[in-house]
């Protein structure tokens, strides 16, 4: 098990003739991800690595029957449209990838998705990865550096941070525990699946027994989180790592999302919160892999 | 979130139908006096800053006639609050308020909608209102796909314990509201108070407005310089890097300065993280160490090396910093020697004589280390690099340990000269820069590197002369991706036959600026 995606999901790249969607339509593809096909309006009839182009989604579902993931590469400003075509043509999981999305356009896809009750993954994202089955995005940069760094196991990873989420997943597999499902989320105000979503999948998923989370300052993720452990709808043990400790208020830091209004969202508030719902909060992200195989072994001595 | 000044947000509020008082903004007494005289009534004169409590800062001021309203700008106008050194007022008529109330919009990211909070009383702390009188404060949820309707926000007025014709006229005000906070992509809104007069008519007394940094592009005729969140107007250095992040779309260059006035006593350094929470993560074990930061820089989403380059020659712009450091996740997904690449030059040509740390963990980290170690030789300042399996907290610790062992130098900054480039070069122009190549020096070199070393083969040997196997055209749209190998083997192999130029409008003068202090 792991959640999201699996080497079974059939997967379209939006934006396949890009500078972006070329390479890493090659790193899905070599990694095993099953894409079936690409868009880009007015290249139908081309092949990139020998993935055939189509100029719509609906072409493209018509030709290949459903789509269950589109993985978007295309400039943020034609983000919300690329978004509600995939939507408009049944497609359930989108992943979003591009940097700068408007936040209007991304309130606009959420309730779009919402009344086709479907999910998206990101803007701001590096992608997820279910290690040895699939990989959605970019995670990873290149096949063979993602078969080192992920390895399956029995840890689910949620960060805010892209690097992060590599990061924390190799010194996770370094220390000997494999991962489920590895998810960056994405660094923006407003994002499709959250920590809290991610959370309540990996409590289904049964793969997973521990989950490591990497919050930030800003947006109600973490404390949401919280808000589920303490009406008993996650019930796994949480690792988790607060980023911007040092950040001031009213001033943001890189992510548009890590930003603390008033004391909205700021790192005291978020490790209280945590802390007192039981989650382990570490002090540096050096201490996630050892804390976590702590955890772990005590999980199989009770078993 | 671009913030708008007061008279900014008014004046789009009017643009929509939503009544403001009759004014405008100045920048001297003399200005507000003719306002004053113009408007012919009492007037308030209120600051324009990005700060809470304006009233109790002294920054709000009544005036009966445009003398007294001349005098008592005299009084705002250069004070200093917070951050801010106060250049502008807004001088409006004084209204006669029977009632005051409280409109706002925030982004809310758990329901995925703008949040509308109408409150029935006014006043400062909307959150502290709202628990007290639960019932005289109310949200909405909005459906951006279709709007605010305005039954939808009469109701939501009427819950909160307003009854009659009142209901129409602040629904009314709320429908416009909602229509121009995203007709120009509002992050955040405030009217505060929004007031009904003796004279039965609503006014927006008080309006902020900030509008989302990354639709900023769709809305030139705000003439937003920064689209950043400062909690104080841009330093110039800022403004300079600003520049470059907006002209190169490839990767991220976020450039905030923390501090610019440093002592040679101060433990202060430079640094340069690279993704958003690996910086973060970057800052905070060099904060746990003691540092403080001269600025807080993020090179990271696949930068070219030339966009890392000028981040670099602008983080060392700032004098007296003890050390450079560069950490960012530590497993990073993009190709780590283009930022080895880019602090190479940019060390070079400083001739940096301070310790630099630098991590780079990531795809080909072994190949970025070794640019580091082996290119900077004739540099006198230590640079280590560092990969994934090195800590933070490690390299945190040793930047004390390396600024220790060099006395705790601050570092000087020099003049940026202009390179001196032979008339007869080889030249040909790059996306951002130009690539100038000495055919004379070129003669007997009998590796020609430059050719093997160029990772988008865009170059080959014409009789022996490197020289583009593209056009020129390509090479200046972005074929030449400036990775910089070639300058770099160049120099390290003791041709230096290469020049890339790559200006930064705005830097020379502002180190001339500092170098006169």
Same mark, same amino acid.
């Given at each position: 098990?792991?959640?999201?995606?699996?080497?079974?999901?059939?997967?379209?790249?939006?934006?396949?003739?890009?500078?972006?969607?070329?390479?890493?339509?090659?790193?899905?593809?070599?990694?095993?991800?099953?894409?079936?096909?690409?868009?880009?309006?007015?290249?139908?009839?081309?092949?990139?690595?020998?993935?055939?182009?189509?100029?719509?989604?609906?072409?493209?579902?018509?030709?290949?029957?459903?789509?269950?993931?589109?993985?978007?590469?295309?400039?943020?400003?034609?983000?919300?449209?690329?978004?509600?075509?995939?939507?408009?043509?049944?497609?359930?999981?989108?992943?979003?990838?591009?940097?700068?999305?408007?936040?209007?356009?991304?309130?606009?896809?959420?309730?779009?998705?919402?009344?086709?009750?479907?999910?998206?993954?990101?803007?701001?994202?590096?992608?997820?990865?279910?290690?040895?089955?699939?990989?959605?995005?970019?995670?990873?940069?290149?096949?063979?550096?993602?078969?080192?760094?992920?390895?399956?196991?029995?840890?689910?990873?949620?960060?805010?941070?892209?690097?992060?989420?590599?990061?924390?997943?190799?010194?996770?597999?370094?220390?000997?525990?494999?991962?489920?499902?590895?998810?960056?989320?994405?660094?923006?105000?407003?994002?499709?699946?959250?920590?809290?979503?991610?959370?309540?999948?990996?409590?289904?998923?049964?793969?997973?027994?521990?989950?490591?989370?990497?919050?930030?300052?800003?947006?109600?993720?973490?404390?949401?989180?919280?808000?589920?452990?303490?009406?008993?709808?996650?019930?796994?043990?949480?690792?988790?790592?607060?980023?911007?400790?040092?950040?001031?208020?009213?001033?943001?830091?890189?992510?548009?999302?890590?930003?603390?209004?008033?004391?909205?969202?700021?790192?005291?508030?978020?490790?209280?919160?945590?802390?007192?719902?039981?989650?382990?909060?570490?002090?540096?992200?050096?201490?996630?892999?050892?804390? %976590?195989?702590?955890?772990?072994?005590?999980?199989?001595?009770?078993? | 979130?671009?913030?708008?000044?007061?008279?900014?947000?008014?004046?789009?509020?009017?643009?929509?139908?939503?009544?403001?008082?009759?004014?405008?903004?100045?920048?001297?007494?003399?200005?507000?006096?003719?306002?004053?005289?113009?408007?012919?009534?009492?007037?308030?004169?209120?600051?324009?800053?990005?700060?809470?409590?304006? %009233?109790?800062?002294?920054?709000?001021?009544?005036?009966?006639?445009?003398?007294?309203?001349?005098?008592?700008?005299?009084?705002?106008?250069?004070?200093?609050?917070?951050?801010?050194?106060?250049?502008?007022? *807004?001088?409006?008529?004084?209204?006669?308020?029977?009632?005051?109330?409280?409109?706002?919009?925030?982004?809310?990211?758990?329901?995925?909608?703008?949040?509308?909070?109408?409150?029935?009383?006014?006043?400062?702390?909307?959150?502290?209102?709202?628990?007290?009188?639960?019932?005289?404060?109310?949200?909405?949820?909005?459906?951006?796909?279709?709007?605010?309707?305005?039954?939808?926000?009469?109701?939501?007025?009427?819950?909160?314990?307003?009854?009659?014709?009142?209901?129409?006229?602040?629904?009314?005000?709320?429908?416009?509201?909602?229509?121009?906070?995203?007709?120009?992509?509002?992050?955040?809104?405030?009217?505060?108070?929004?007031?009904?007069?003796?004279?039965?008519?609503?006014?927006?007394?008080?309006?902020?407005?900030?509008?989302?940094?990354?639709?900023?592009?769709?809305?030139?005729?705000?003439?937003?310089?920064?689209?950043?969140?400062?909690?104080?107007?841009?330093?110039?250095?800022?403004?300079?890097?600003?520049?470059?992040?907006?002209?190169?779309?490839?990767?991220?260059?976020?450039?905030?300065?923390?501090?610019?006035? *440093?002592?040679?006593?101060?433990?202060?350094?430079?640094?340069?993280?690279?993704?958003?929470?690996?910086?973060?993560?970057?800052?905070?074990?060099?904060?746990?160490?003691?540092?403080?930061?001269?600025?807080?820089?993020?090179?990271?989403?696949?930068?070219?090396?030339?966009?890392?380059?000028?981040?670099?020659?602008?983080?060392?712009?700032?004098?007296?910093?003890?050390?450079?450091?560069?950490?960012?996740?530590?497993?990073?997904?993009?190709?780590?020697?283009?930022?080895?690449?880019?602090?190479?030059?940019?060390?070079?040509?400083?001739?940096?004589?301070?310790?630099?740390?630098?991590?780079?963990?990531?795809?080909?980290?072994?190949?970025?280390?070794?640019?580091?170690?082996?290119?900077?030789?004739?540099?006198?300042?230590?640079?280590?690099?560092?990969?994934?399996?090195?800590?933070?907290?490690?390299?945190?610790?040793?930047?004390?340990?390396?600024?220790?062992?060099?006395?705790?130098?601050?570092?000087?900054?020099?003049?940026?000269?202009?390179?001196?480039?032979?008339?007869?070069?080889?030249?040909?122009?790059?996306?951002?820069?130009?690539?100038?190549?000495?055919?004379?020096?070129?003669?007997?070199?009998?590796?020609?590197?430059?050719?093997?070393?160029?990772?988008?083969?865009?170059?080959?040997?014409?009789?022996?002369?490197?020289?583009?196997?593209?056009?020129?055209?390509?090479?200046?749209?972005?074929?030449?991706?400036?990775?910089?190998?070639?300058?770099?083997?160049?120099?390290?192999?003791?041709?230096?036959?290469?020049?890339?130029?790559?200006?930064?409008?705005?830097?020379?003068?502002?180190?001339?600026?500092?170098?006169?202090?």
């Amino acid at each position: 098990m792991s959640i999201l995606v699996d080497e079974h999901s059939k997967v379209l790249v939006q934006g396949i003739t890009g500078r972006e969607g070329v390479v890493r339509t090659k790193l899905m593809t070599d990694y095993g991800t099953n894409v079936v096909a690409g868009v880009t309006p007015g290249k139908g009839g081309q092949e990139v690595h020998g993935i055939p182009v189509y100029d719509s989604v609906e072409e493209a579902a018509e030709k290949k029957g459903r789509i269950d993931i589109s993985v978007i590469f295309v400039p943020a400003h034609l983000v919300k449209n690329s978004a509600l075509e995939a939507m408009d043509a049944g497609v359930k999981l989108l992943v979003i990838v591009p940097d700068r999305v408007p936040i209007f356009d991304v309130l606009e896809i959420a309730r779009f998705a919402r009344q086709k009750q479907a999910r998206f993954v990101g803007p701001n994202t590096l992608g997820l990865v279910s290690p040895g089955k699939a990989v959605l995005g970019m995670i990873g940069g290149r096949a063979e550096r993602a078969r080192e760094w992920f390895k399956q196991g029995p840890v689910g990873v949620s960060s805010r941070s892209g690097g992060m989420t590599s990061a924390i997943s190799y010194y996770l597999t370094s220390a000997g525990l494999g991962q489920s499902t590895i998810v960056h989320v994405g660094g923006d105000a407003v994002i499709g699946l959250s920590h809290p979503e991610i959370m309540e999948m990996f409590e289904k998923d049964k793969q997973t027994r521990i989950v490591v989370m990497f919050g930030e300052i800003g947006t109600s993720q973490e404390e949401r989180v919280a808000d589920l452990i303490e009406q008993r709808k996650f019930t796994k043990p949480i690792v988790a790592y607060i980023g911007g400790k040092a950040a001031k208020s009213g001033t943001r830091f890189s992510h548009a999302g890590a930003i603390v209004e008033g004391s909205r969202g700021s790192y005291k508030t978020k490790v209280k919160r945590l802390r007192d719902a039981g989650v382990h909060v570490v002090d540096a992200v050096s201490d996630i892999p050892y804390k %976590a195989l702590e955890i772990y072994k005590l999980l199989g001595e009770q078993q | 979130m671009a913030r708008l000044y007061e008279y900014q947000s008014k004046l789009l509020l009017k643009e929509a139908g939503i009544r403001i008082p009759e004014g405008g903004v100045a920048f001297s007494p003399q200005e507000v006096r003719s306002i004053a005289e113009e408007l012919g009534k009492p007037v308030v004169i209120k600051m324009q800053v990005w700060v809470t409590g304006r %009233a109790g800062l002294g920054g709000i001021r009544f005036a009966d006639t445009p003398q007294e309203a001349e005098a008592e700008a005299t009084k705002i106008l250069g004070m200093k609050v917070e951050n801010y050194v106060v250049d502008r007022v *807004i001088v409006e008529e004084k209204l006669s308020i029977k009632k005051e109330f409280f409109l706002g919009l925030v982004i809310d990211d758990a329901s995925k909608s703008p949040l509308l909070v109408f409150s029935s009383i006014g006043g400062t702390g909307i959150e502290e209102i709202a628990r007290h009188n639960p019932d005289k404060v109310g949200r909405y949820e909005v459906d951006v796909l279709k709007g605010l309707r305005d039954y939808e926000a009469r109701n939501l007025v009427r819950k909160t314990g307003i009854i009659g014709k009142l209901i129409l006229w602040l629904g009314d005000v709320l429908v416009k509201l909602y229509e121009v906070l995203k007709k120009y992509d509002a992050r955040s809104a405030e009217i505060n108070p929004l007031v009904l007069t003796e004279d039965n008519q609503i006014y927006a007394a008080d309006c902020h407005m900030a509008v989302d940094d990354y639709a900023v592009f769709r809305h030139p005729e705000l003439g937003i310089e920064v689209a950043r969140e400062f909690d104080r107007p841009p330093t110039p250095l800022e403004k300079i890097a600003y520049k470059v992040e907006e002209k190169d779309y490839r990767g991220t260059f976020y450039f905030l300065q923390m501090k610019e006035d *440093i002592a040679d006593s101060d433990k202060t350094i430079g640094f340069n993280g690279a993704g958003g929470g690996g910086s973060m993560m970057s800052m905070d074990a060099v904060l746990n160490k003691g540092f403080e930061l001269a600025n807080y820089c993020d090179t990271s989403g696949n930068p070219a090396a030339s966009k890392v380059y000028r981040a670099a020659k602008i983080i060392l712009s700032q004098p007296n910093i003890k050390g450079y450091f560069a950490s960012g996740s530590g497993v990073a997904s993009q190709e780590q020697y283009h930022s080895a690449r880019g602090l190479v030059k940019a060390f070079y040509e400083e001739n940096l004589d301070i310790p630099a740390v630098i991590r780079l963990g990531g795809n080909f980290e072994e190949k970025a280390i070794e640019i580091l170690s082996d290119c900077l030789n004739a540099v006198p300042g230590k640079v280590e690099g560092y990969g994934c399996d090195d800590s933070p907290e490690f390299c945190a610790q040793r930047m004390e340990e390396l600024i220790n062992e060099n006395n705790v130098r601050s570092f000087k900054i020099r003049p940026l000269e202009k390179p001196v480039t032979p008339e007869k070069s080889y030249a040909f122009e790059t996306f951002t820069g130009r690539i100038f190549i000495d055919h004379q020096k070129c003669a007997d070199c009998s590796s020609k590197g430059c050719i093997q070393e160029c990772q988008p083969r865009i170059l080959k040997l014409k009789k022996g002369f490197p020289v583009l196997a593209i056009s020129e055209e390509e090479a200046k749209k972005g074929k030449c991706t400036e990775c910089l190998a070639c300058e770099i083997f160049c120099k390290v192999n003791g041709r230096d036959a290469i020049c890339i130029h790559l200006p930064i409008p705005g830097l020379k003068e502002y180190r001339d600026k500092i170098l006169k202090k």
